[in-house]
């Protein structure tokens, strides 16, 4: 016999947010934002199990809690409709339609008349003919119960685990544009955006339109597992030295792979009338256990129960909950059923299949009919173990802050956008945007730093490299910018007397010259007198004068040498300067290495790629030249007046300089306290210094970072350690990492998806929000970042022969997919 739904929906009305039920009940609903999934420690999960406790606590006499939890695959949508760049754009692609299990969480008190009838499944609303009106609740009890729900909502906020939102009428009732709550939970259509009308069949089995659905459930004390906690271990992600938790219930959540609901219900009634009853059941128990064994242990199980609800003051509820699961395949039914016995065996539970209750336990499902349950499928507890059972975590969230890095959800791959510099300061978090990666060689570290340089670059940041491996080679290439690197054929070429459009002879750009000129002409050990660098602060100021009354002479080294050995010299002796004071002679013997026909002439005189301060893109490749005695202080001194430049002069536009390992080689030299110095005041002109490292003795061994960069850098990234898993006890207290944290890194690259090609990275924020991310790109973004050598050869070949560096990643790239598959 068919029936319009209208005609027996439980829920009569909708007022003020609350739904009304035709028996009376009251309920309100929440939007429930939980913390992600694998980021809380085991002192997390203990502190949020006693929030839920604490906050249902507060329910009155006759309330029913009911948390629905939503988790339906889903694939990402890549957007391509912003014109993005290259590289974007292949990302797009490469992430377009990557499944997921999109998961939202909708919790329901309801508050019961007091005289209301126990709901069972002989007399669920969904079997009477008639519903049987019922006075409806006063208006002071539902005031009351309002404020309790208030009360609810303040406690589950104040631990600092989730954040709720009260739904309004708009939200549960549907219009033409939206489904409602109500509609959703009965088409189970969380989230599909065409809106049907299904058919509910309820006869052999559970059907809405084309879904088949099957319901598993945990409402008997003999199913449920000996032990339950706020935790459990996930021994995927555990090592020999840590733990990795996950909520106890976390298998019947976002780890259990494919469409269900997972119903969560606990029952707050009057505990003196539930004592009472247990008593007497107690006695009749008491009066059997010498007829039959079984009698015997019940009544010692009552017995213990009542003892500890008295004992420990206990709150005795009664709970149940089940997973809804749902396929249009028939064929997948067998394997739904087996991982959802699989997920209730980790938590050492037993799978029972519902079958001729299932239509009552899914009836009761729709938002605001809790109360109409059927209490014979729940079972007798103390809340602190059925608030064992809630799902307590989601999926990772994107950032909504325009400015971040694309990385990917731990479980799926599914991409997310992080903001690892601005949202953690305007939270709190971190107080600087500096940022030190530490990951040995094959760590993939070097995907890393080029996958959040080339983001922050399309973002509109001013990007300064100091790199001695060529790792940013194809990035920069494809970008356009500027790649300074020495080899016999082209050496590394700088004017620093140059002086840019949008620049200007300042304080600044005078000292820096004055540093190099001092590098160049005393030795590490010599020191310079009073008068030596005043005579170099008038020789700059009259040679700058010099140029502007003769436009047609270019500023570079050879032309300042010039004007030294011509013009300068008589200045000095007419004003009578002695050799003691300021020995020209000997700086122009000094330096005549760096002047036209010397050995370094090409180094300080370059005519091209001399717009450095409006460059976007700048790379300092430092490989052939890091233990040069000459060259490398000089190239180092120009890099800092570069940047600091940049620093000082680009108001509101965010720099980033990132030292990768020349940091070593730049400390020894001297320029240690450029690094101190950066690392410091950085984040005073929006910038954000960035110092990459391989090893774990590199760390312990220089001062400099120990002291300046790790001090200074909120923002820690760690990449695969599991070589030093059994030292990693040094490395924990170095970085001030916490046990949560060290776990975290070492379950780094356990258990990856062995269909998929990529890294994990771990990331911590001040200390407070740590993750692992997934590192993984597209085919195209692959080929820009690679540092196989190989394979940068096959770029270097396919971009000579196309023409362009990306047109030629383009055919490669192609090749590839086609040779794969």
């Not at 009965?186 to 006869?203: G, M, T």
């Not at 029952?267 to 004592?275: H, K």
């Not at 840019?500 to 004055?514: C, M």
């Not at 009259?542 to 010039?562: A, D, M, S, V």
Request: proline share 3%; net charge negative; hydrophobic share 35%.
């Amino acid at each position: 016999m068919e029936k319009w739904l209208k005609e027996i929906l439980p829920i009569m009305t909708v007022e003020n947010g609350c739904l009304l039920s035709k028996q009376g009940d009251v309920t309100r609903s929440f939007d429930l934002e939980l913390p992600e999934l694998f980021t809380l420690s085991d002192r997390d999960y203990e502190a949020f199990h006693q929030a839920w406790v604490k906050a249902l606590k507060v329910m009155p006499r006759h309330s029913v809690f009911h948390k629905q939890d939503w988790f339906v695959n889903t694939g990402h949508q890549g957007d391509f409709g912003k014109n993005p760049g290259f590289l974007s754009r292949s990302s797009e692609r490469h992430f377009h339609e990557r499944p997921y299990l999109d998961h939202h969480c909708h919790v329901f008190l309801t508050k019961k008349p007091a005289d209301r009838k126990v709901g069972s499944s002989m007399f669920s609303s969904l079997i009477r003919g008639n519903l049987i009106p019922v006075d409806v609740l006063d208006a002071v009890s539902v005031q009351e119960f309002l404020d309790s729900c208030g009360q609810f909502q303040r406690i589950l906020e104040d631990s600092g685990f989730v954040k709720l939102k009260a739904f309004g009428d708009s939200d549960i009732l549907s219009s033409k544009e939206n489904a409602g709550l109500v509609e959703k939970y009965c088409s189970l259509q969380e989230h599909e955006k065409e809106r049907f009308v299904y058919d509910i069949s309820l006869k052999d089995t559970l059907r809405i339109g084309n879904k088949i659905c099957r319901l598993f459930t945990l409402g008997e004390a003999d199913e449920l597992p000996l032990l339950c906690g706020s935790r459990i271990d996930y021994d995927r992600y555990c090592t020999d030295r840590t733990r990795f938790s996950v909520g106890f219930a976390s298998t019947l959540g976002q780890l259990l792979p494919c469409n269900h609901i997972y119903n969560q219900y606990i029952f707050l009634d009057d505990p003196a009338q539930t004592i009472k009853k247990l008593e007497s059941k107690r006695l009749r128990l008491q009066s059997l256990a010498a007829y039959s064994r079984e009698n015997l242990i019940a009544r010692d199980a009552a017995n213990d129960f009542l003892n500890e609800a008295i004992g420990e003051q206990r709150l005795p509820v009664k709970a149940h909950f089940n997973v809804l699961t749902w396929t249009e395949e028939k064929e997948q039914l067998k394997e739904i059923k087996n991982m959802v016995s699989s997920a209730l065996a980790q938590m050492d539970a037993v799978a029972k299949e519902e079958t001729i209750g299932a239509p009552q336990i899914f009836w009761a499902g729709i938002p605001g009919n809790a109360a109409d349950f059927p209490m014979n499928d729940t079972f007798d507890t103390f809340l602190e173990q059925a608030t064992c059972f809630l799902n307590l975590e989601t999926s990772y969230r994107s950032s909504l802050s325009p400015v971040g890095i694309r990385l990917g959800d731990r479980l799926t791959g599914r991409p997310v956008h992080v903001d690892i510099s601005d949202e953690p300061i305007k939270r709190g978090v971190c107080t600087n945007r500096n940022k030190f990666i530490l990951g040995p060689s094959g760590s993939g570290k070097s995907f890393f730093t080029n996958h959040m340089v080339r983001s922050y670059y399309e973002q509109g940041t001013h990007v300064v490299l100091v790199d001695v491996g060529h790792s940013y080679k194809g990035l920069c290439d494809l970008v356009g910018g500027y790649y300074f690197t020495y080899n016999e054929k082209s050496p590394i070429r700088f004017n620093p007397f140059y002086i840019g459009k949008g620049d200007n002879l300042d304080t600044e750009k005078k000292e820096s010259i004055k540093t190099l000129l001092l590098a160049l002409w005393k030795k590490d050990d010599e020191t310079f007198n009073r008068s030596e660098y005043v005579a170099l602060s008038n020789a700059l100021q009259l040679y700058y004068e010099h140029l502007r009354k003769n436009p047609n002479i270019f500023p570079c080294f050879n032309t300042f040498y010039e004007f030294l050995r011509d013009v300068y010299v008589k200045v000095l002796e007419s004003e009578k300067v002695k050799d003691r004071d300021f020995d020209i002679g000997n700086f122009l013997y000094v330096l005549r290495p760096y002047y036209r026909d010397g050995e370094f002439d090409y180094l300080l005189n370059a005519t091209e790629n001399l717009e450095l301060l409006q460059e976007r893109f700048i790379v300092f490749e430092l490989d052939n030249i890091k233990d040069h005695p000459i060259l490398f202080p000089v190239v180092t001194i120009i890099i800092m007046e570069v940047f600091i430049n940049k620093m000082r002069k680009l108001k509101g536009i965010r720099k980033m300089i990132l030292i990768e390992e020349a940091w070593k080689a730049i400390a020894k030299e001297g320029m240690a306290e450029y690094i101190k110095y950066l690392f410091k005041t950085v984040r005073k002109f929006f910038g954000e210094a960035i110092v990459v490292t391989q090893e774990v003795e590199d760390i312990i061994s220089s001062p400099v970072v120990k002291q300046a960069i790790i001090n200074n850098s909120d923002c820690k990234i760690l990449l695969d350690q599991s070589k030093y898993q059994n030292k990693f006890d040094g490395i924990q207290e170095l970085l001030g990492l916490t046990e949560k944290e060290k776990a975290l890194v070492l379950s780094v690259n356990r258990a990856n998806d062995p269909a998929r090609k990529y890294k994990e990275v771990f990331i911590s924020l001040g200390g407070m929000i740590s993750k692992v991310y997934r590192t993984e790109v597209s085919l195209e973004e692959y080929l820009v970042y690679t540092t196989e050598e190989s394979e940068k050869v096959k770029v270097s070949e396919y971009a000579e022969r196309f023409g362009s560096i990306q047109k030629g990643i383009e055919v490669l790239a192609s090749e590839l997919r086609q040779a794969k598959g």
